[in-house]
């Protein structure tokens, strides 16, 4: 009876996937014409030679026909029905672009159904039908669509069964109706279902020839605040414009019914493989019990890892690997986490599978890369997280644990006789108070907090500034005249900015509470104030209405400017004019440089104020470029006062004459 329906779907004709509707209307209508009714959707696809995909059966507890039907170029095609247990219960033994079975389960269940290209390539449907007796079954001419719906299969009112394997498709036969949020979409898109029972980590891959959007929705098809995932790349959901076509959704999943969009960027549209893996969850006991002893440095990947939970930081979003480490006696412990493919973070807990027993939870380090753990510890044994921040991390890690004695071992410039020389303006200094004892103390800082010591001098009347650049834990600075006298404290703070005489001083990398420690890097700097101080001493007046012309060149670096680029880079000479305003005036200045690049700048005060956090803080205004780099200007409305209006160089070596004109503004 079916062979009968297959020659029918042979004589209409082999042609392309526009031409498989009627034909296969033809077996339909021959099949309904017999009494059997159709089944379950209809199935799609395209296939290279010697390739094969899978569909999800629901047949009843009765004989069933597949009938599979090959488009033009499509030489042999070969349809198998496996039980649950992947054996064959009906296989088609033809030669041909036609392939048809007869599969008679003594049990309703889920089957399914493979579809391999044995010679040749194409496009293929197939569809399923069963039932006997004749007239019983209504004879209505049958659509490429769900029976019961008459929807466009791959759509959400009729989404494609989605199960684990490989599946082929084409989104130019899709429909142009959603989009996801990672990428401007107004292309067709295919339209899956994804049934989970139970919490799984899933993974679906996109192998595309066009620029391939791949989005997730839960329970809501039609609705995208359901959207739960959207990736535009492979690597992880960064919008792409380079060569990669691919996108890959990897999540973990609660029971319930998904909806997986195949869609193309802006209306790119072509053909695809997808994948679906899925992946048991273990628990966080079956985790925590086979965490691996963290001694020294160990490597890891989360490749495979998944997702227990975030931590009181409120970071860890990504999947993380676990680590146990044991710690035999109170103790110092430093934990560092690091990796160049993800954003790292570190959770640590008393109790592994205890979320309030975390001592720890952190994603700053010494480094950009780099995630750390310090604090001093009770013995036991500790579960150490290395987690991400992105539900999307995978990649290769490092970790490394050391232990010390709660007193330290001790280190250079541990002690005030021991303190370590530095110099003003010599770049970075590093250093790492895991080691260190404590013996000094500083108004700012804890009892018992380890410190490293350091010495230098002031050749001259000088600005001096300390700051850490990174850190691990919690430091403070402790400046003083004489390491031994605490009377002799200058300033305590996490930062500092001091004008200090000539001499030579104390300076203590010190921890703010006794269990904050670790490596550390600071800038010590220093700005002659001798030559600023001179130059504010007795300034040339500026009268506005006049114009001024004078010259830059070898008068000396004696101020720097918010506006004329990196402090530390600023090296022109300068000239400084006294501006006295009887009333609120509105002002105009006028800079030009036509040999040099100009900077024009209007102080509250000439000399650099104390405990200046910026070089704004100094400022009324200035500018660099107006309109171009060989003119300044400002415009600006002061209160009554006296000003300081400095004439610089952007950056260095720029210098040279200079004209400035300067009105009231009516």
């Not at 076509?245 to 999943?253: C, K, P, Q």
Request: charged share 25%; aromatic share 6%.
């Amino acid at each position: 009876m079916f062979a009968a329906a297959v020659t029918i779907a042979a004589c209409a004709g082999a042609g392309t996937r526009a031409e498989l509707e009627p034909r296969y209307v033809a077996v339909h209508n021959a099949f309904a014409a017999m009494g059997l009714a159709q089944v379950g959707p209809i199935h799609r696809g395209s296939l290279a030679e010697g390739r094969d995909t899978r569909f999800a059966l629901e047949l009843p507890a009765a004989c069933t026909t597949v009938v599979a039907i090959g488009g033009n170029g499509v030489h042999d095609l070969d349809v198998t029905v496996l039980d649950a247990d992947d054996k064959p219960i009906a296989r088609d033994a033809t030669t041909d672009a036609q392939a048809a079975v007869r599969a008679c389960p003594e049990k309703a269940g889920r089957f399914t159904l493979l579809v391999r290209m044995a010679r040749g390539g194409g496009d293929f449907v197939a569809g399923s039908w069963t039932g006997s007796g004749v007239g019983k079954e209504s004879a209505t001419p049958a659509a490429v669509s769900t029976a019961s719906t008459g929807a466009q299969p791959g759509s959400c009112e009729a989404p494609i069964p989605l199960e684990v394997g490989s599946v082929v498709g084409n989104t130019r036969r899709g429909w142009s109706e959603h989009a996801g949020d990672c990428a401007n979409s107004e292309s067709k898109e295919i339209v899956y279902r994804l049934v989970i029972t139970r919490r799984q980590r899933v993974t679906i891959d996109v192998e595309a020839t066009f620029d391939s959007v791949l989005y997730l929705r839960r329970d809501e098809c039609a609705e995208k605040d359901a959207e739960i995932a959207c990736n535009d790349d492979v690597s992880s959901g960064s919008s792409k414009r380079g060569g990669a076509r691919g996108s890959r959704i990897d999540e973990v999943l609660e029971p319930a019914t998904y909806y997986v969009f195949v869609d193309g960027y802006n209306s790119e549209v072509g053909s695809y493989r997808m994948n679906v893996t899925v992946a048991d969850i273990p628990s966080l006991a079956e985790a925590c019990q086979k965490a691996r002893p963290l001694v020294g440095r160990t490597s890891g990947t989360l490749s495979s890892a998944f997702d227990h939970g975030h931590g009181s930081c409120n970071l860890g979003k990504g999947p993380e690997a676990l680590h146990r480490l044991d710690v035999p006696q109170r103790a110092r412990a430093r934990v560092v986490l690091r990796s160049a493919d993800f954003s790292p973070v570190i959770r640590v807990r008393r109790t592994c599978v205890d979320e309030w027993s975390e001592v720890g939870c952190t994603d700053k380090g010494a480094k950009s890369d780099e995630a750390t753990f310090v604090s001093v510890l009770e013995p036991g044994s500790y579960g150490v997280f290395a987690d991400s921040d992105d539900a999307t991390a995978r990649g290769q890690y490092s970790i490394e644990a050391d232990l010390t004695v709660e007193g330290g071992s001790g280190v250079r410039g541990d002690s005030c006789g021991d303190a370590l020389p530095i110099v003003l303006n010599d770049g970075p200094i590093d250093g790492d108070t895991f080691e260190a004892k404590d013996d000094v103390a500083g108004r700012c800082t804890a009892n018992g907090a380890p410190d490293v010591v350091y010495r230098f001098e002031v050749p001259r009347r000088s600005r001096v500034t300390a700051r850490f650049t990174a850190e691990e834990g919690e430091h403070a600075f402790v400046l003083s005249r004489s390491c031994t006298d605490r009377a002799s404290e200058i300033a305590c703070g996490t930062s500092l900015d001091e004008v200090l005489p000539p001499g030579m001083y104390s300076l203590a990398v010190d921890g703010t509470t006794k269990g904050p420690f670790g490596r550390y890097t600071f800038q010590l700097k220093g700005k002659d104030m001798t030559a600023q101080e001179a130059a504010c001493r007795n300034p040339p007046s500026l009268v506005l209405g006049q114009t001024v012309t004078g010259t830059t060149a070898g008068a000396g670096d004696r101020f720097a400017e918010s506006c004329a680029g990196r402090e530390d880079m600023q090296a022109s000479g300068d000239r400084v004019y006294k501006l006295v305003l009887a009333s609120r005036t509105r002002l105009q200045l006028a800079l030009s440089t036509p040999g040099h690049d100009g900077v024009l700048a209007i102080r509250n005060s000439c000399v650099d104020p104390p405990q200046m956090k910026s070089l704004r803080t100094a400022e009324a205004a200035c500018n660099n470029d107006g309109p171009d780099n060989r003119h300044s200007k400002i415009d600006v409305t002061l209160d009554a006062g006296t000003y300081f209006v400095v004439v610089d160089g952007h950056q260095g070596k720029n210098e040279g004459v200079f004209t400035l004109e300067s009105k009231v503004v009516k």
